[in-house]
């Protein structure tokens, strides 16, 4: 699996961004896909992610401003609408793609999008 990631930048405080990742390749057994962020001097950390039945998860720090959406059309495109964005949400963002099956687990990772948030 491979994966595209865009859409980052600069915007002020309150602004709003939408991420962009697609992937191609082999979906067979990819049972999620998602947006990770690490800031510098700190540890990568989940954003939200997406499972393939829907099922939406979030940090606790972006709930109620961030939202993560798949193109159903092609289950190959998710996206990440930032609202309300904060200078604590500066930080290189990258797409996650999960495999996961019988008694394996593997992560496929983007390349990393900058998003600054400037206050």
């Known amino acids: 699996v491979q994966l595209q990631a865009s859409g980052g930048g600069l915007v002020q405080s309150g602004g709003s961004l939408r991420l962009s990742c697609v992937a191609s390749?082999?979906?067979?057994?990819?049972?999620?896909m998602g947006w990770y962020r690490q800031a510098p001097g700190k540890q990568r950390e989940l954003v939200a992610r997406i499972s393939s039945a829907g099922d939406q998860n979030y940090a606790t720090s972006v709930k109620d401003r961030f939202s993560i959406s798949r193109d159903d059309s092609a289950k190959n495109t998710v996206y990440l609408h930032m609202n309300s964005l904060k200078p604590e949400d500066t930080a290189v963002y990258y797409c996650?793609?999960?495999?996961?099956?019988?008694?394996?687990?593997?992560?496929?990772w983007g390349q990393g999008t900058q998003v600054t948030v400037s206050s």
């Open positions: 390749g082999s979906f067979r057994s990819i049972s999620s």
């Open positions: 996650n793609a999960n495999r996961r099956g019988s008694g394996f687990e593997y992560d496929y």
